[in-house]
């Protein structure tokens, strides 16, 4: 899966080959780029795999990713922004396939999502999240028969 936050589009790929674009995603509320910390409302760029899927989110659906990585942590260790044992969890968790630690300084609950209950015409104008990238429903319900857990996703 492919996520430009340039285009606003969310590729669906198999491959070389896009399998389906779901258009007008919407990102966090300062845009894309490096997430500082939690609650910076900053929708983190990388590479990341569906580390978890909730069925039941408030947002529809919610397909968790494996925010933070190795290289956020690596970031983060040399600013001093958080320790080694964090450091050694995060890294741990990615070569080990499992689900990062949530709840660093870094951040964490990172995702893609439907709007639930909330405003299409606010989804429609606005970027509403705290870092994460949302779909309309009809498209969160598309997309997930694309998604299991361990599905690679670039958001650039």
Not at 46 to 59: L, T
Request: hydrophobic residues 35%; negative net charge; glycine residues 12%.
């Amino acid at each position: 899966m492919l996520i430009d936050t340039h285009t606003r589009n969310l590729e669906v790929k198999k491959g070389d080959e896009t399998l389906e674009i779901l258009e007008n995603v919407v990102i966090g509320r300062k845009g894309a780029g490096t997430k500082e910390h939690r609650g910076d409302d900053i929708t983190p760029l990388g590479n990341y795999r569906i580390g978890w899927i909730n069925e039941k989110s408030a947002f529809r659906k919610f397909f968790g990713l494996t925010y933070p990585n190795v290289e956020h942590a690596e970031k983060a260790l040399l600013k001093g922004q958080i320790n080694r044992d964090t450091y050694d969890a995060i890294a741990r968790a990615e070569t080990t396939g499992q689900i990062p630690p949530q709840n660093t300084d870094l951040g964490g609950q990172i995702g893609i999502h439907g709007l639930g209950s909330g405003s299409l015409s606010i989804h429609e104008v606005f970027d509403w999240t705290h870092g994460c990238i949302a779909l309309r429903n009809d498209q969160i319900d598309r997309l997930s028969q694309y998604v299991e857990e361990g599905t690679l996703v670039t958001v650039k």
